[in-house]
């Protein structure tokens, strides 16, 4: 049932389920506006985001052939138990498309899926998922071990003690539990798949496109978050100790489809990328413009880029991070 649970440390907190047909008045959440009658309204720059988030899902699912890592490990922790109903949780849910094909993967338990910002609702959802507003860096003292998968992607940028994180994703965990960790990198790779430096017009190597994601690499970094957590996670567990059996993986994905060799799926994947990264270029000015550029600099930048990134002017990877663990007995 939609309800305010006090339970949390986070303020205004909003746990709902789109499905239910209840008046409330409508409130203002993070800049959006939502109500619990299976419409939730967002700001055109949200749809946008989300959409990218969509597409980022098919692109996580193509890179790993499945909704997750560690296979063996989750399908153990969820199977089905005479005790207790098994229960996963989407820290930075997003679009909620990963929460929902869980959900529906395993409809023997129960899906929380947690973001800043309400997920967009276009129809019924199955009846074990609900998704709550909440910011992980409060952290969840109202989640003692409740959970026997845990699930965050994408979330470094906005997270601004990620080794706190993990203890929290400890504690939210039951012995015997999965945490799966997944994130791409600000940095981007050559063709020889070696990391691009930070250079300037006229200096060989130069691209736009590193230019701008280094700019906005800064940027997220000037406001807190734990952007190089990616690369850093794997170490991060090993030093925590409440996990064991802990694997990592990193995937190069070519932004646009310039290798000759690649299969039709890499294609695929590579296309997806470009137009991802076409998005998340077209979405920096805020934060950039925010930092102390010029919007004539910040406009240069994303158009130059972009110009890069459809012509295929350069070859550019991006590298994605996979990291999984179990939390100790």
């Given at each position: 049932?939609?309800s305010?649970?006090?339970?949390?440390?986070?303020?205004s907190?909003?746990?709902?389920h789109?499905?239910?047909?209840?008046r409330?008045?409508?409130?203002?959440?993070?800049?959006?506006?939502?109500?619990?009658q299976?419409?939730?309204?967002?700001l055109?720059?949200?749809?946008e985001?989300?959409?990218?988030?969509?597409?980022?899902?098919?692109?996580?699912?193509?890179?790993l052939?499945?909704?997750?890592?560690a296979p063996?490990?989750?399908?153990?922790a969820?199977?089905?138990?005479?005790d207790?109903?098994?229960?996963?949780?989407?820290?930075g849910?997003?679009?909620?498309?990963w929460?929902?094909?869980?959900a529906?993967?395993?409809?023997?338990?129960n899906?929380?899926?947690?973001?800043?910002?309400?997920?967009?609702?276009?129809?019924?959802?199955?009846?074990n998922?609900?998704?709550?507003?909440?910011?992980?860096?409060l952290?969840?003292?109202h989640?003692?071990?409740?959970?026997?998968?845990i699930?965050?992607?994408?979330?470094?940028?906005?997270?601004?003690?990620f080794?706190?994180?993990l203890r929290?994703?400890?504690?939210?965990l039951?012995p015997?539990?999965?945490?799966?960790?997944?994130?791409?990198?600000?940095?981007?790779?050559?063709?020889?798949k070696?990391?691009?430096?930070?250079?300037e017009?006229?200096?060989?190597g130069?691209?736009?496109?590193q230019?701008?994601f280094?700019?906005?690499?800064?940027a997220?970094?000037?406001?807190?978050?734990?952007?190089?957590s990616?690369?850093?996670?794997?170490?991060?567990?090993?030093?925590?100790?409440?996990?064991?059996?802990?694997g990592?993986?990193?995937?190069?994905v070519?932004?646009?489809?310039?290798v000759?060799?690649?299969s039709?799926?890499?294609?695929?994947?590579?296309?997806?990328?470009?137009?991802?990264?076409?998005?998340?270029?077209?979405g920096?000015?805020p934060?950039l413009?925010?930092?102390?550029y010029f919007?004539?600099?910040?406009?240069?930048?994303?158009r130059e880029a972009?110009?890069?990134?459809?012509s295929l002017?350069?070859?550019l990877?991006s590298?994605?991070?996979?990291?999984?663990a179990?939390k100790?007995?």
């Amino acid at each position: 049932m939609s309800s305010v649970r006090s339970g949390s440390p986070a303020p205004s907190l909003y746990s709902f389920h789109p499905s239910i047909d209840e008046r409330l008045v409508l409130r203002s959440v993070h800049g959006r506006i939502l109500n619990s009658q299976n419409e939730t309204y967002m700001l055109p720059a949200d749809v946008e985001e989300h959409q990218r988030l969509d597409l980022q899902h098919q692109i996580y699912t193509l890179m790993l052939g499945d909704l997750y890592t560690a296979p063996e490990m989750v399908h153990h922790a969820l199977r089905p138990r005479n005790d207790y109903q098994p229960a996963i949780f989407d820290v930075g849910t997003g679009s909620g498309s990963w929460a929902l094909d869980m959900a529906k993967a395993f409809p023997h338990c129960n899906v929380v899926g947690v973001d800043l910002a309400p997920i967009r609702v276009t129809g019924p959802l199955p009846e074990n998922v609900r998704f709550e507003i909440d910011d992980a860096n409060l952290g969840f003292a109202h989640y003692r071990q409740n959970f026997d998968v845990i699930h965050a992607r994408a979330i470094s940028a906005g997270i601004h003690d990620f080794k706190g994180l993990l203890r929290e994703f400890a504690n939210a965990l039951r012995p015997g539990g999965v945490l799966l960790l997944a994130d791409g990198e600000m940095q981007l790779y050559d063709e020889s798949k070696e990391p691009l430096a930070a250079l300037e017009p006229g200096e060989p190597g130069f691209t736009w496109t590193q230019k701008v994601f280094f700019a906005a690499y800064n940027a997220m970094k000037n406001r807190g978050g734990c952007i190089d957590s990616p690369t850093l996670t794997p170490r991060w567990l090993q030093e925590d100790g409440h996990f064991t059996n802990i694997g990592w993986n990193k995937i190069f994905v070519p932004i646009g489809p310039w290798v000759e060799t690649a299969s039709p799926r890499e294609r695929q994947m590579a296309e997806m990328m470009r137009t991802n990264t076409l998005t998340h270029i077209n979405g920096m000015a805020p934060l950039l413009l925010s930092e102390g550029y010029f919007p004539e600099t910040v406009e240069k930048m994303q158009r130059e880029a972009a110009i890069e990134v459809q012509s295929l002017r350069v070859h550019l990877y991006s590298r994605w991070n996979f990291a999984w663990a179990i939390k100790a007995a």
